[in-house]
């Protein structure tokens, strides 16, 4: 029972948490520390008790067996830390199976001796378990059959008084209901033991299983805690990153901040960016953090794609690469400004399925990346990556605006240079004076695009600008007698500029409007005049007549290329109003034969001789002031080239100009191309309609005379021959002459017949 509730109490606490699980033996030590208490307690008593019953009975020697297991039993319960469990219990069943001898000798079997038996069996089922009680249980019923061997033999004294017989009967009585009841009890609390024995194990078991999982929970929540820090720390630097990319439109920039979050908030050793070059063939360094990077980028560090290192390994394959040792790490590219790495990892940097570089880290320690490290700086690698390609389209967006600035302002540059090249009047004086005005102060205000004051005060110019472009220039002067120009005479001055530019922008974008319906009414006029199947001659003066109206008072020449006799010939030339034709030459090393050998367009707009030497190609003399030539093209075969010129005006032609030639080219090639397949198609009906005809006189004619008329006279008509003849095999004398035509050289006698 001590044992049980033992048990029961250890099951209470380790539910409640407050002690650990304990193992059989534990429990048995308690058993055994409850029976040394109370055989201590109770052992007094009983030994007084007993001394003064064999004092009585004139046994002495008793007195001592008591006093001295009195003794033994305090001893073993005081001493129990001292001693061990098996010395403790050996001595508890050696003091009751003593007293059991002793009993049984001395009371038999009226006496106390089986009861003390009783107990050893009992003792020893409790401390050493069944198998314990059992040799216990054996012991006991020996000692009893060898005392009533001794009683009854007389090997033993005893005394009558206390013993009433020495009859063996009563003795096997005696001993066998000691054996069923102390058997009984034995084997029951032996069974209950190793029941007991056995809850404890699996007790045992699952408090430890619990433990376990209590461990693995804890350990899972720690990683969990982890997981969840880095995640924070991760979000933390995707969405600083995505605010970079957002305020910056500096991809080096963006790349910079970014490693710095990422090396501080993950604690790296070192991290760097590298992004591929145009040709795509080498990564280089963009930002690097530490003294070591900005002596890498200094030196305009690079790594091959695809070369014997973690960033040229990923570069090769697009794929993360993690090195938790780099010494074992043949890829690992040994960098002596960067000696304490240990660990290495790379990501590749995509957007859009495009690898733009690679983001790299690296630590001091050993095995320092996990795959939750891995995860995390790849989501980072993949924010870092849009937020570079996103810097990267706004700076090409923001060039691309630059250029289209650029361009639109090279656009009007030119559309009012046309203005001036086409004779507008830039110069407008308002007063009777005649005087000339302020043109020195109009260049300066024109070049510096400000208001400019000479020192009088009496002059000033203002810049007339649009879009950033100055366009013209208003300049005032008053007399010496007049009072200076004030402020608000130059701020009205300035306020009108303003509405100057605009009304000379809208006038400007309304005659380039006009420009372009002109030329698309001379694309159009041409298309009709080749949808007609005019003559070439009659197209070329509808061509020429077109340009003039865009392009007034300049020549206009085309040019037919001829390639088995490389040579081109001019059916169309206008020079100064009077249209002539050139014959065919050879093709040469002139202006014209530049453009047919490139077939691309040629514009010389100034400086024409000095421009065509350094082509290697001659000029006429004199030179024009301004060339263009297009080729006439159909597919990939030139069929000549169409020719503008000025002999008086520098940047007389334009991108414009060549755009619309190119068009009115196109064409006119195709005119030509028709016109060309169109006479060879008639000639082959010709060709064919004669055959036919020729064909069927003969076979209208009956006999050989008449057949041999009709093929000469027929054919003499067709091919318009003075003279034809037909005859069969070679001459001979008696040959009659089948016309009196002009004979044809004789054919093989195998032939039936020839002309």
Do not use: C
Not at 640 to 662: C, H, K, Y
Request: charged residues 20%; hydrophobic residues 45%.
């Amino acid at each position: 029972m001590q044992a049980f509730r033992a048990w029961r109490e250890n099951l209470r606490t380790r539910r409640e948490g407050s002690s650990p699980a304990l193992t059989p033996r534990d429990w048995q030590a308690q058993v055994l520390d409850g029976l040394l208490y109370a055989a201590a307690a109770l052992g007094l008593p009983a030994a007084v008790s007993g001394s003064l019953t064999a004092i009585r009975g004139q046994q002495p020697a008793r007195v001592a067996v008591f006093v001295v297991a009195f003794a033994i039993v305090l001893a073993l319960a005081l001493l129990r830390k001292q001693l061990s469990f098996q010395v403790r219990s050996v001595g508890l069943l050696a003091i009751a199976y003593g007293l059991a001898l002793d009993s049984l000798r001395s009371t038999a079997l009226p006496g106390s001796g089986r009861l003390f038996l009783f107990a050893f069996s009992l003792i020893a089922v409790l401390l050493f378990g069944l198998r314990g009680g059992l040799v216990a249980l054996a012991a006991s019923l020996v000692s009893i059959a060898a005392v009533a061997w001794g009683l009854a033999s007389g090997a033993l004294p005893f005394s009558g008084d206390v013993m009433a017989s020495t009859d063996p009967s009563s003795w096997i009585t005696g001993g066998v209901v000691f054996g069923l009841l102390a058997g009984t009890l034995v084997v029951s609390l032996g069974v209950l033991q190793r029941g007991l024995e056995g809850s404890v194990g699996r007790e045992r078991e699952m408090v430890a299983s619990l433990q376990a999982e209590r461990e693995r929970l804890q350990l899972e929540l720690a990683a969990r805690e982890r997981g969840v820090e880095r995640r924070a720390r991760q979000l933390q630097v995707t969405a600083e990153i995505a605010k970079m990319a957002v305020e910056s439109d500096d991809p080096r920039a963006v790349a910079e901040q970014a490693i710095e979050r990422i090396r501080d908030r993950f604690g790296f050793y070192h991290a760097s960016v590298f992004t591929l070059d145009e040709s795509g063939t080498w990564a280089d360094l963009t930002a690097s953090t530490g003294e070591a990077g900005r002596r890498l980028i200094s030196r305009s560090h690079r790594l091959a794609v695809g070369s014997a290192s973690i960033v040229g390994w990923v570069t090769g394959n697009q794929l993360s690469r993690v090195s938790n040792d780099v010494s074992q790490d043949p890829f690992h590219f040994k960098n002596p400004l960067l000696p304490e790495t240990r660990s290495e990892m790379a990501v590749p940097l995509q957007a859009a399925g495009r690898l733009l570089g690679v983001l790299d880290v690296q630590s001091q320690e050993r095995q320092a990346f996990t795959e939750d490290d891995v995860r995390a700086v790849e989501a980072i690698g993949n924010e870092l990556a849009f937020a570079l390609a996103s810097s990267r389209k706004v700076r090409d967006t923001q060039d691309e605006l630059q250029k289209v600035d650029s361009l639109y302002r090279g656009r009007a540059r030119e559309s009012w240079a046309r203005f001036a090249r086409a004779g507008v009047p830039t110069l407008l004086r308002v007063g009777g004076d005649g005087t000339q005005g302020p043109s020195a102060l109009g260049d300066e205000a024109f070049r510096t695009g400000h208001t400019t004051i000479d020192p009088t005060g009496r002059e000033v110019a203002v810049a007339v600008v649009v879009r950033g472009e100055v366009v013209a220039t208003i300049a005032a002067r008053r007399s010496p007698t007049d009072p200076a120009w004030s402020a608000d005479d130059v701020a009205l001055l300035e306020a009108v500029s303003g509405q100057i530019g605009l009304s000379l922008e809208n006038a400007r974008q309304y005659s380039e409007e006009q420009r372009r319906v002109s030329e698309l009414e001379v694309v159009n006029r041409v298309s009709q005049g080749v949808s007609q199947m005019l003559r070439l001659d009659s197209l070329f003066r509808v061509v020429y007549a077109q340009i003039d109206q865009i392009l007034p008072g300049v020549d206009v020449s085309i040019g037919l290329y001829t390639p088995a006799a490389d040579s081109i010939e001019y059916p169309f030339v206008s020079q100064a109003g009077e249209i002539s034709d050139r014959p065919a030459l050879a093709l040469g090393q002139d202006l014209a034969a530049q453009v047919l050998r490139t077939r691309q367009p040629l514009l010389l707009s100034e400086n024409v001789a000095q421009q065509a030497a350094l082509l290697g190609v001659r000029t006429p003399t004199p030179a024009p002031a301004s060339w263009l030539g297009v080729p006439l093209l159909v597919g990939d075969a030139a069929l000549g080239l169409m020719i503008v010129q000025d002999p008086s005006q520098e940047r007389r032609f334009s991108e414009d100009d060549i755009a619309l030639l190119t068009t009115v080219a196109s064409q006119v090639s195709t005119a030509i191309q028709n016109d060309r397949l169109l006479g060879q198609s008639q000639r082959a009906a010709r060709r064919d309609r004669l055959i036919h005809e020729i064909t069927s006189k003969v076979r209208r004619s009956t006999d050989i005379r008449s057949i041999l008329d009709t093929t000469a006279r027929e054919l003499g008509r067709a091919l318009n021959a003075t003279r034809a003849s037909v005859r069969l095999g070679p001459a001979e004398p008696n040959t009659l002459p089948a016309s009196p035509s002009p004979e044809t050289p004789p054919a093989r006698p195998s032939e039936k017949g020839t002309a």
